[in-house]
């Protein structure tokens, strides 16, 4: 039988649904639903303990490798030279490393001198 005359003739035979009918399709069309989450919060706590069961033992092995390698001895860790054309060290006072390399290079481009040339001691921003 063709699906749009079966539904026409339905819609035309003016039968209606009861209120006791109308709430238990619609207890069971909530209920259904709420199936559903719970379906969902549970597959999402599984893998939620999976993972971090998977995190944990990676870092009891991180650890267990830090354990078995030789600390550096603080005797023998010396200063490590600064790279060819740099000015030495430079003391970041509350501020990020992107933000101290964009004031070095606009001051740099304001001076129009190469930054290999200048010498920057401390940046601290000010209040």
Do not use: C, H, W
């Given at each position: ?13 003016g ?78 006072n ?34």
């Amino acid at each position: 039988m063709n699906p749009t005359l079966l539904a026409t003739q339905v819609a035309d035979s003016g039968t209606k649904m009861s209120a006791g009918d109308a709430a238990i399709v619609a207890l069971v069309g909530y209920g259904v639903v709420f199936l559903g989450i719970v379906m969902l919060m549970v597959i999402l706590y599984i893998s939620g303990s999976f993972f971090k069961k998977r995190d944990a033992k990676l870092a009891a092995s991180k650890t267990a490798e830090t354990k078995s390698t030789p600390a550096v001895a603080p005797a023998a860790a010396k200063e490590i030279p600064a790279a060819p054309g740099s000015a030495g060290n430079i003391k970041l006072n509350g501020i990020a490393d992107r933000d101290a390399a964009l004031i070095m290079a606009i001051t740099a481009e304001k001076l129009q001198t190469p930054l290999n040339e200048l010498r920057f001691i401390s940046i601290k921003e000010v209040e």
